[in-house]
T-cell receptor
Framework: AQSVTQLGSHVSVSEGALVLLRCNYS??????LFWYVQYPNQGLQLLLK??????LVKGINGFEAEFKKSETSFHLTKPSAHMSDAAEYFC?????????????FGAGTRLFVKA | DADVTQTPRNRITKTGKRIMLECSQT?????MYWYRQDPGLGLRLIYY???????NKGEISDGYSVSRQAQAKFSLSLESAIPNQTALYFC???????????????FGAGSRLTVL
């Protein structure tokens, strides 16, 4: 069965520090990988996605993620945190099956940014 | 206007009551989904529909039903609400992924349901 594991339900960084949110997945076939962000009182919105090709993917707001097949990982990074990055981040895996795409979400990581 | 609109945004109800959460979209997507979000559990799929005549159960469909009234409308019903259905519910849409290469989900703002 496919699954998504996000290491750390809460991550706290100082403003200007590196942001690293970890995501590992299990899948028997190559998946499509996503990071979504949820700001307070809002729905989720796409941050970035990996489908095929270049394994380093750039998203909105300066975030990027690298697909590492050998490690089954898709960690999210940002060189310098900003206060506005405080939100909950979800890693997701999408797999194409007989009935179409199915998306599985990780449990989420809440990012706190300290001034 | 939002691409995916959910109503109501907040609802408090009592055990045993019937509740309907509604979702409408202007994305023109065929595929619509209902997810439930609980702290520490992420999002779990309740039901999904790939077109008007197609309804499928997700991983946690017990206690829920859905209706796809039109391409743009997908409603979620709790026939007899219970307290452990207290959660944040999200409607989402996607295209088939054949062009984009993956089914990116577009979410509504959520409907917070409290069952007393």
């Amino acid at each position: 069965a496919q699954s998504v594991t996000q290491l750390g339900s809460h991550v706290s960084v100082s403003e200007g520090a590196l942001v690293l949110l970890r995501c590992n997945y299990s899948s028997s076939v190559p998946p499509y990988l996503f990071w979504y962000v949820q700001y307070p009182n809002q729905g989720l919105q796409l941050l970035l996605k990996y489908t095929t090709g270049a394994t380093l993917v750039k998203g909105i707001n300066g975030f990027e993620a690298e697909f590492k097949k050998s490690e089954t990982s898709f960690h999210l990074t940002k060189p310098s945190a900003h206060m506005s990055d405080a939100a909950e981040y979800f890693c997701a895996v999408s797999l194409l099956g007989t009935g179409g795409f199915k998306t599985i979400f990780g449990a989420g990581t809440r990012l706190f940014v300290k001034a | 206007d939002a691409d995916v609109t959910q109503t109501p945004r907040n609802r408090i109800t009592k055990t045993g009551k019937r509740i309907m959460l509604e979702c409408s979209q202007t994305k023109g997507h065929d595929r619509m989904y209902w997810y439930r979000q609980d702290p520490g559990l992420g999002l779990r799929l309740i039901y999904y529909s790939f077109d008007v005549k197609d309804i499928n159960k997700g991983e946690i469909s017990d206690g829920y039903s859905v209706s796809r009234q039109a391409q743009a409308k997908f409603s979620l019903s709790l026939e007899s609400a219970i307290p452990n259905q207290t959660a944040l519910y999200f409607c989402a849409t996607s295209d088939t992924g054949r062009i984009s290469g993956a089914n990116v989900l577009t979410f509504g703002a959520g409907s917070r349901l409290t069952v007393l």
